[in-house]
Nanobody
Framework: QVQLVESGGGLVQAGGSLRLSCAASGSIFSIDAMGWYRQASGKQRELVAAITSGGSTKYADSVKGRFSISRDNAKNAVYLQMNSLKPEDTAVYYC??????????????WGQGTQVSVSS
């Protein structure tokens, strides 16, 4: 059993900042890629940023230079620092973790989602 707990969403004015956190717990042997996705109302879920176990990162073009993803392997946690937020960043943000359990099975897990709202 694995649980992902997200925190850090909220309402912020355009130009402001927020930091999202996601911590994984449970029957975890190792964690590979970790990432953040978002889904705006009426739109498909999209990748925002991802980070590998080695620290390589990738970002959606729309957030490059404004968002930064990081991870703390000791805490099984991933973070998303969001700066210079825009109204179009408004969405529910989900963390995603690809991991191997102690039963040697690989799974993708999703957080419960956290709302980020940016007012103009």
């Amino acid at each position: 059993q694995v649980q992902l707990v997200e925190s850090g969403g909220g309402l912020v004015q355009a130009g402001g900042s927020l930091r999202l956190s996601c911590a994984a717990s449970g029957s975890i042997f190792s964690i590979d890629a970790m990432g953040w996705y978002r889904q705006a109302s009426g739109k498909q879920r999209e990748l925002v940023a991802a980070i590998t176990s080695g620290g390589s990162t990738k970002y959606a073009d729309s957030v490059k230079g404004r968002f930064s993803i990081s991870r703390d392997n000791a805490k099984n946690a991933v973070y998303l620092q969001m700066n210079s937020l825009k109204p179009e960043d408004t969405a529910v943000y989900y963390c995603n973790v690809n991991l191997v359990t102690w039963l040697n099975s690989r799974h993708d897990y999703w957080g419960q989602g956290t709302q980020v709202s940016v007012s103009s």
